[in-house]
T-cell receptor, first 115, second 112 residues
Framework: AQKITQTQPGMFVQEKEAVTLDCTYD???????LFWYKQPSSGEMIFLIY??????QNATEGRYSLNFQKARKSANLVISASQLGDSAMYFC????????????FGSGTRLSIRP | NAGVTQTPKFQVLKTGQSMTLQCAQD?????MYWYRQDPGMGLRLIYY???????DKGEVPNGYNVSRLNKREFSLRLESAAPSQTSVYFC???????????FGPGTRLTVT
């Protein structure tokens, strides 16, 4: 079965600290993509970062990096130097080209940044 | 580029009424998707269209129908709305492969 698990419903972090949001996944499909989306209180879904299952290096996008550990089936999001504007829901997601690129989402982590 | 657009942004329906949610993308993407997001939860796939002329059921298709009108447009229809369909509806599109989807701004639907 294909599944995404986010075990942290909520987190509080001090501004300027780094934060790691956990994500584990389960699939037997060898080809897949892993993503993180941010959903601020305004409601839109903002794409943050992508990691392909065959990519050798961890993906990075500015202050975001994806710690991809394939053997452990984990894809944690690391945000460096957190900012107040990082307060939002964060969703881990996975897609499968063998299934019309459908995406399945985790239940999300609500991140709150303290000033 | 507008990306993915959705209309309307908000809608209130009475139980039993019908309506169609519209979605359009200008990125020449092959695949389009409809999701719903209930409070405090992740997104669940309702229907998707891998290419123009094809549609398939997702995880929660009951009570909905879709039409892929052309490559740009993918509509979602509620034939007889129920309070359980109160949710935020997102449309998304994707070029193909294991890559990210691009989301519209969402439609907040309340069924009373």
């Amino acid at each position: 079965a294909q599944k995404i698990t986010q075990t942290q419903p909520g987190m509080f972090v001090q501004e300027k600290e780094a934060v790691t949001l956990d994500c584990t996944y389960d699939t037997s499909d060898p080809s897949y993509g892993l993503f993180w989306y941010k959903q601020p209180s305004s409601g839109e879904m903002i794409f943050l970062i992508y990691q392909g299952s065959y990519d050798q290096q961890n993906a990075t996008e500015g202050r975001y990096s994806l710690n991809f550990q394939k053997a452990r089936k984990s894809a944690n999001l690391v945000i460096s130097a957190s900012q107040l504007g990082d307060s939002a829901m964060y969703f881990c997601a996975m897609s499968f080209p063998s299934s019309a690129s459908k995406i399945i989402f985790g239940s999300g982590t609500r991140l709150s940044i303290r000033p | 580029n507008a990306g993915v657009t959705q209309t309307p942004k908000f809608q209130v329906l009475k139980t039993g009424q019908s309506m169609t949610l519209q979605c359009a993308q200008d990125m020449n993407h092959n695949s389009m998707y409809w999701y719903r997001q209930d409070p405090g939860m992740g997104l669940r796939l309702i229907y998707y269209s891998a290419s123009e002329g094809t549609t398939d059921k997702g995880e929660v298709p009951n009570g909905y129908n879709v039409s892929r009108l052309n490559k740009r447009e993918f509509s979602l229809r509620l034939e007889s709305a129920a309070p359980s369909q109160t949710s935020v509806y997102f449309c998304a599109s994707q070029t193909g492969g294991p890559y990210e989807q691009y989301f519209g701004p969402g439609t907040r639907l309340t069924v009373t």
